[in-house]
């Protein structure tokens, strides 16, 4: 079963336009962490955030944030004035304690959310 | 400090052939992850060392993919007979300890014709 799922395959927004890319997951650990990263067209991962299962307070980094509900397990991210240097692959991740066995909290990525932002 | 790096950063070879991919990670990163992404997909795990050791080989895809890591340190991995199928970049990504944010590598793209 897919753990983080990201249902936004693309998204096209003109600059300026603040943008939310979703992202729920599928976890029984009480233990994880939840992460944001963005691939730009040269293709590294970049972080962005890391938010841990206890700490449910919602973050803001310029014009990055990032709402955290447990109820819903979504981890979703806003853009605030969208610029075109945003346009990138943002995935979505997440790592267990416990649910992948003795891998090291590896990642499990979602799909993907295509941004386009256009001048 | 120095970040992930990978070398090659692009592997053109032929079906059948043995390449090797390097993975160096950030100095002092205990924890050691590799990952292959196909295209429009994200990522998806191979193998994690702690040390020297691989701790977890699960996501490895059959026998013809191996990874070692000697000396805690520097990482390679293997592919034996490659297929076409096997063409996608592999993500190499440290973080220490494990569960600590995962810094990724640029990758290295690899093409089997």
């Known amino acids: 079963a897919q753990k983080v799922t990201q249902a936004q395959t693309e998204i096209s927004v003109v600059e300026k336009e603040d943008v939310t890319l979703d992202c729920v997951y599928e976890?029984?650990?009480?233990?994880?962490?939840l992460f944001w990263y963005k691939q730009p067209p040269s293709g590294e991962l970049v972080f962005l955030i890391r938010?841990?299962?206890?700490?449910?307070q919602n973050e803001i980094s310029g014009r990055y944030s990032w709402n955290f509900q447990k109820s819903t397990s979504s981890f979703n991210f806003t853009i605030t004035a969208s610029q075109v240097v945003d346009s990138a692959v943002y995935f979505c991740?997440?790592?267990?304690?416990?649910?992948?066995?003795?891998?090291?909290?590896?990642?499990?990525f979602g799909k993907g959310t295509s941004l386009l932002v256009t001048p | 400090g120095a970040g992930v790096s990978q070398t090659p950063s692009n592997k053109v070879t032929e079906k059948g052939k043995y390449v090797e991919l390097r993975c160096d990670p950030i100095?002092?990163?205990?924890?050691l992850y590799w990952y292959r992404q196909s295209l429009g997909q994200g990522p998806e795990f191979l193998i994690y060392?702690?040390?020297?050791?691989?701790?977890?080989d699960s996501g490895l895809p059959n026998d013809r993919f191996f990874a070692v890591r000697p000396e805690g340190s520097v990482s390679t991995l293997k592919i034996q007979r490659t297929e076409r199928g096997d063409s996608a970049v592999y993500l190499c990504?440290?973080?220490?300890?494990?569960?600590?944010?995962?810094?990724f590598g640029p990758g290295t793209r690899l093409l089997v014709l």
């Open positions: 990504a440290s973080s220490s300890p494990p569960g600590e944010t995962q810094y």
């Open positions: 976890t029984r650990d009480t233990t994880y962490y």
């Open positions: 938010r841990n299962s206890f700490d449910e």
């Open positions: 991740a997440l790592s267990e304690e416990e649910g992948n066995s003795n891998s090291g909290y590896a990642l499990n």
């Open positions: 100095s002092g990163h205990t924890a």
């Open positions: 060392f702690q040390g020297t050791g691989a701790a977890d």
